[in-house]
């Protein structure tokens, strides 16, 4: 659209709207110009509300990030301009580098599985129409839960002295009971599996809501065929359901890789043993809040992880355009 | 929409974030101080706000109320807010306020945060506005609030100390060949006997946490230099106390656990019967007979582990600079830190009072016989010798946090242990440096 079409428009609606002819050439353009500006004006004050919030809640904070990143500022305290120190001393920061290598470690895991086990449950559901709601509502449960209550519930069954070790002692089949808060891979795995649980419902719902869109006719035909559960599923499911995939494996990996909650939580918010746990959000959170809080140096690590996002999505959203286009 | 069009949404956008952020920027500048108020000398008069922690409940509700009502009483024309929060995170909630300037006129704070609050200018520097409180108080408490590294201010009226012996359990001491006659008095005996305990039991420990910063100071390591400038604790004495530790590691006398346990987690331990030593408080016992009756029955109370002087604890109470009360805000936080109203306080919530000369009364001197009077008298003798060993300066839980991990990580080998320290005292000097 052209900003000469809404004028032309007004023009033809006033013309063929038919003003008496008593009124004066001026009092025509006068009206001309008010249904112009209202013509104008409508959709902004339609879209005000929300802008306003974005403006406030997400342009504004990034400029400030943007702003802080590049100087020495703390809580209390306008810093001064300090062009790359930020970015300098973050790659000297061995913490950095543990929580950069947790979060994207959490990433490659994590996304994966989340793509493709909500994809087999929702088809699995979908197969069974009888059951369907009671596994829609048992998967979407640990959904609607606060990550915090299912981090302490997962704390109470990988404890020590938990229910997975009492189980494992039980049955014999360890001796000594799994560290699974402690031992530093053995917890960020512990993390992920609670990621997963409770991911698992609510990418199910999308794939089945994904699933109702696919040609019932290809399955008749695939069975005409005499195709098996899993070729069906391979060759007819997952080629109708390949942009929600897509939608699935964004949504996760950005969720990945901002992971916080549930390693806060195993944790007891110490980031593991020694700090081995600590993931990108949590050193954002540690260095950019409490009263000594260096917000500089916050906001660089903000930025660094907002341009790994970046190039996930974009690199994501290549790989989609590439796969639409062949 | 053309390239005109979205050249003028574009600059409009701007100039309304611009706006925005430099209203936020304004906001956010407290680098000034309004210790030059005109309102400092003023008449006892006006409204202002008292905020405390988690002491809005039915065991100090009534004492509070009480308080406020009888100051209202004997200052006409004063109104004292008493808010109250849960302490959660309260340095987030302190440093929301205070970035916002809104912080309460008068506030309840330990001196790490009370520290960064001062260096700001946001804090009333007690000994130039009111030098002569400083009789009001223990010496000792009055220098615990009085930072050298900000060239000797005083910025909060003492309130309540705490401090505490070290208990016990006299079954797993027993049990892993140790005496409970015996009970160990300095940091040396404490690590002989943990190490003994490793020796003789594979299912509990002395010790459940790393050594936090008050514990270097107990074992005789200098903190910071003598402005109070930069951090020392990686000197020799820091390194040796942590060898120690890494020393009963390796000799499974401590879990991996342990390596990153809180002190709730200690606590915790001690009360499941897993754990032998539990450095505690005056509330310590009445919380194991009521939490944990099994292993108050076989509790053994000893004097708080040290090399030279135990650790205590101090709370405070600050005025804001900026109040437009601040004749006001003095006059309140000094009645709610009498030697009358501390006594109160302390009965009620079993710490100890930081006034002059209260300490000396029968309810610290006179033992009935009972276990918890014995626990108040000793440590109330206690606190005459304590020292409050954390460093104002060590603020946050991000000095803490680095300590006890770069302290793991030497304990498992990933570094040596003056690596570790070195880490630590460069990223604790860093943050004071960063805020200075």
Same mark, same amino acid.
């Given at each position: 659209m052209t900003a000469t079409a809404p004028r032309a428009t007004a023009q033809r609606t006033t013309a063929r709207g038919g003003f008496p002819r008593w009124r004066s050439g001026r009092s025509l353009r006068r009206r001309d110009r008010l249904a112009t500006h209202r013509w104008f004006l409508t959709p902004w004050l339609f879209l005000a509300p929300a802008l306003t919030v974005i403006v406030l809640m997400v342009l504004v904070p990034f400029v400030n990030t943007l702003q802080l990143a590049f100087t020495d500022s703390t809580l209390l305290r306008t810093g001064d301009f300090v062009g790359l120190d930020n970015f300098r001393k973050m790659f000297d920061d061995e913490r950095f580098s543990t929580a950069l290598l947790n979060s994207t470690l959490y990433t490659v895991c994590v996304v994966p599985v989340m793509v493709v086990l909500p994809l087999m449950l929702a088809a699995l559901v979908a197969s069974t129409p009888r059951l369907a709601g009671f596994f829609r509502t048992a998967m979407y449960l640990p959904v609607i839960m606060s990550p915090v209550v299912v981090g302490l519930i997962w704390t109470n069954m990988l404890d020590k002295q938990g229910l997975v070790n009492e189980l494992a002692a039980t049955l014999h089949i360890v001796s000594e009971p799994f560290p699974f808060l402690s031992d530093r891979w053995l917890l960020l795995f512990s993390a992920m599996f609670v990621t997963v649980w409770m991911g698992l419902g609510y990418y199910m719902v999308i794939y089945l809501a994904a699933l109702v869109n696919i040609d019932r006719s290809l399955y008749d035909a695939a069975a005409v065929d005499g195709a098996g559960t899993i070729r069906t599923f391979l060759d007819v499911t997952v080629p109708g359901v390949r942009s929600t995939m897509a939608l699935v494996a964004l949504l996760s990996s950005v969720a990945a890789f901002r992971v916080f909650g549930e390693i806060y939580v195993l944790t007891d918010g110490t980031g593991g043993v020694g700090g081995g746990d600590l993931t990108m959000t949590m050193l954002i959170q540690r260095e950019g809040t409490g009263l000594q809080a260096r917000t500089g140096y916050a906001g660089a690590i903000s930025l660094v992880m907002f341009v790994i996002l970046g190039g996930l999505l974009l690199a994501q959203l290549a790989v989609q355009r590439k796969q639409r286009n062949s | 929409m053309t390239s005109t069009g979205r050249r003028r949404t574009f600059v409009a956008g701007a100039l309304l974030g611009s706006l925005l952020l430099s209203s936020c920027v304004i906001g956010s &500048? $407290? &680098? $000034?101080? $309004? +210790?030059?108020? +005109?309102? $400092? &000398? %003023?008449?006892?008069s006006g409204t202002i706000t008292f905020q405390t922690w988690n002491l809005k409940n039915d065991k100090f509700t009534p004492y509070f109320n009480d308080l406020i009502a009888s100051f209202e009483k004997e200052n006409p024309g004063t109104t004292i807010k008493w808010v109250d929060q849960p302490a959660e995170g309260y340095q987030d909630k302190l440093s929301a306020d205070a970035a916002a300037g809104s912080l309460p006129d008068v506030v309840d704070m330990g001196p790490e945060a009370a520290y960064t609050l001062a260096q700001s200018g946001v804090l009333l520097d007690l000994s130039k506005e009111d030098p002569e409180a400083q009789d009001q108080y223990l010496d000792k408490a009055w220098e615990a609030m009085t930072f050298e590294g900000l060239g000797g201010g005083t910025y909060g009226y003492p309130w309540y100390l705490n401090t505490g012996p070290s208990f016990y359990n006299k079954e797993l001491l027993q049990k892993c060949g140790l005496d409970p006659d015996k009970l160990p008095t300095t940091y040396d005996e404490l690590f002989d006997q943990a190490e003994t305990m490793a020796e003789n039991c594979d &299912? @509990? *420990?002395?010790l459940a946490r790393m050594p936090a910063i008050e514990n270097f100071g107990e074992y %005789? @390591? *200098?903190?910071? +230099?003598e402005d109070g400038t930069e951090f020392t604790y990686n000197n020799a004495e820091g390194v040796k106390f942590v060898e120690r530790f890494k020393d009963l590691y390796a000799d499974q006398g401590l879990t991996e656990e342990s390596l990153n346990n809180l002190q709730t987690t200690e606590v915790e331990e001690f009360k499941a019967g897993r754990l032998a030593y539990l450095p505690g408080s005056s509330y310590t016992l009445n919380d194991l007979k009521d939490t944990a009756p099994e292993v108050y029955e076989n509790v053994a109370i000893g004097p708080r582990i040290n090399n030279g002087s135990p650790n205590m604890y101090i709370e405070s109470l600050v005025v804001n600079a900026q109040s437009e009360h601040q004749a006001l805000a003095k006059a309140f936080a000094k009645y709610v830190t009498d030697s009358s109203n501390q006594l109160e306080f302390a009965k009620k919530a079993d710490v100890f009072p930081s006034s002059a000369g209260t300490l000396d009364g029968p309810y610290f001197t006179e033992d009935d016989g009972t276990p918890a009077t014995q626990v108040r008298v000793d440590s109330a003798a206690q606190v005459k010798e304590a020292v409050v060993w954390w460093p104002p300066a060590f603020s946050g839980s991000a000095d803490a946090e680095t300590l006890r991990e770069q302290i793991a990580q030497a304990l498992l080998g990933d570094k040596s242990v003056q690596e570790a320290l070195d880490a630590s005292v460069e990223y604790s000097n860093e943050r004071l440096e960063a805020n200075g």
């Open positions: - | &500048d $407290s &680098d $000034s101080t $309004s +210790n030059d108020s +005109n309102a $400092s &000398d %003023g008449e006892v &299912d @509990v *420990q002395m %005789g @390591v *200098q903190l910071m +230099n």
